[in-house]
């Protein structure tokens, strides 16, 4: 691999997936073309989809939605007959002979994430020209774009670039002349966020109850109807066709070594100007904020989130952790999903905390004890501190129900439901102590079973 | 319910329906991933998923009225009782709350006479009949305060605009998403969750109504062309190490 020289350093932002945005109706088929849209697909057809898989894992790109797994990795996963090998009686059924399938998680709805929808509704096409690749890659022939339902205008620049593609030969059988088929089915998911999990969004897509499911085994050998599936966010398989045209060397000039690339790092909340950021991985907090102008109206931050509310809190001190997944890591929270919620002075810890709680009460799955349970008691003691009716020895309890939680639900979710609890204990304790001193006048100090209603 | 109470109920309110499902079930590998949009189907003829309404999913589908309802009463987007002309969503999550989220959602119950979380306003089926809920992070949080009419967004709300959507919506007038196409009603947008997104009671190319984004989601990249920043220049095919096919470096 060449280096880019020491002395390179790209811009401060970067916009690859965002470079239409700007563009009036930028989410036409016409757009995209005027920009390079497509012509990464013939690069790709030219090139055998085992060096695609080589390329994506050689670029270094890592996973979007939030765990950052190596995206060429995942794809090397999904079984492939050796060249040469026809099945025979005894492995007709083998993974690597049944059929393989993408699919899109655009579930997104993590709180304070707003990266997929805004790329959805401005730059569909981008996404679609990255599942013809990647399925060309992995040899799928059917690919669904599992889109959360709440975002209708998003869904249906979906199912117009999707009309369009198919119109200009992208997609449907023989595209391109290459003997390749493919089609994209675009599916609306129903309200549950735990969707979001890849698991889950499997047994959703396949009419379910959407729960996740025992791992192993992974999607990658008995996913979508138990075959071989490639599960990528959004943002993770829009980034593919960049890759494709500029190479590896040209896409690990952003970045870092173990996280290249862009971002869409996504800012809201106290700052003067909110939106979507294209920059480097590894920028800074403060780098953005200075290009956000700064916090509104001056009022000091708080805390922040770098990657939604399952990453743990950062606060002022965090402002010049690199943002990226080692640097993130490091500092004890998580990238995630690069939505950085950020707060100032006036907000209440405890309080957002509690907000967050109710929250993951709500979209906890039901399928574990450790989340089901643990968040609906988590949730009434935080409800019952923040009405001035708790108790030091609450937070001890509540440190007590997280342990019980982290590491020992089904999946993710319970471990990101205790985040912003353990987090905004372990820097705002005297917040959630100072609660318990301040007893409205009038009320008597009888205990409040938390849930007891 | 049990098998044998939906045999007594009465499909033939979803008679017209049979193509579209036959066309939903042909989307898909295999038939029962059609039941998310099927469901949706029912609640754009219902306006809510009634027993009938699972009855005719698991007839669809060959499964049982059970595994219909097993999965309708999961998802938050179905709906148990009939749901106004329009359903109005205000995110609470704690960012949009922080935002005055809260104080919206309490302004919207207060102007519909204090009904609560999927209540409604009126009588579903007439115009003007408004249901509310309380929204999880709705991913528009660049833009927060938010809610939806119908899943279509409005942007940066306050207090007083959210009253204002509310009066137009209870007048039957149809104020316009700050993005997105022109409001229909639950029930219509319930068929493009189905996956029937160009149908003339849609407004067929409503797809390309509204702009590419907020301005507020554009800082990033308006900034960056104020600024002359851009990604770094990708190689000319010709240039790159790995070649024009990649074959070279890639392997």
Known sequence: MTEAPESYRPAPLTPVLTRRWLLPESWTLRHYTELGGYEALDTAFATDPADLVTLVKDAGLRGRGGAGFPTGMKWSFIPQPKPGEEPTEATKDAPQFKPKYLVINADEGEPGTCKDVPLMMADPHSLIEGCIITSYAIRANFCAIYVRGEVVHAIRRLHWAVREAYEAGHLGTDIHGTGFDLDIVVHAGAGAYICGEETALLDSLEGRRGQPRLKPPFPATAGLYAAPTVVNNVET????????????????????????????????????????????????????????????????????????????????????????????????SMLGTTALMIFNETVSVPWAVMKWTEFYEHESCGKCTPCREGNYWLAGILQRMNAHQGTPEDIDTLLDVCSNVLGRSFCALGDGAVSPITSGIKYFRQEFLDLCQEQPAGTDNARVLAGAH | MTTTESSDLDLGVFDGQR????????????????????????????????????????????????????????YTMYKREPVGEHLVSVCTNTLCAALGGDDIYAAVRERLGGIGHEETAGTPGEP????????????????????????????????????????????????HPTRGAPLTDFRRIELLLAGFFDEVELGGAAANAGPSADTATLAGARLAEERGWHAPPMPEPGDRDSGATLQGGAS
């Open chain 1, 237 to 332: 398989i829009a980034t593919v066709p960049s890759i494709v045209a500029g190479g590896k060397d040209w896409f690990r000039t952003m970045g870092r070594e173990k996280s290249p690339g862009p971002k869409i790092y996504s800012l809201s909340g106290h700052v003067e100007n909110p939106g979507q950021y294209e920059a480097p991985l590894g920028t800074t907090l403060r780098q953005l904020l200075e290009m956000a102008g700064g916090m509104k109206d001056g009022v000091p931050l708080k805390f922040w989130t770098p990657g939604g509310s399952s990453t743990p809190l950062f606060t002022a001190e965090h402002l010049d952790v690199p943002l990226d997944f080692e640097g993130a890591a490091e500092a004890g």
């Open chain 2, 19 to 74: 193509e579209r499902a036959a066309a939903i079930v042909a989307r898909y590998p295999q038939p029962r991933s059609a039941l998310l949009p099927l469901l949706h189907l029912v609640q754009h003829v219902e306006g809510h998923v009634s027993r009938a309404g699972v009855a005719f999913c698991a007839e669809v589908l060959d499964i049982t009225p059970a595994e219909v309802s097993a999965v309708a009463t999961f």
């Open chain 2, 128 to 175: 003007g009949s408004l249901t509310i809920e309380h929204a999880e992070c709705l991913a528009a949080c660049d833009l927060a305060p938010v809610l939806t009419v119908d899943y279509e967004f409005f942007d940066r709300q306050t207090v007083d605009s959210a009253r204002e959507i509310i009066d137009a919506l209870q007048r039957g007038e149809k104020p």
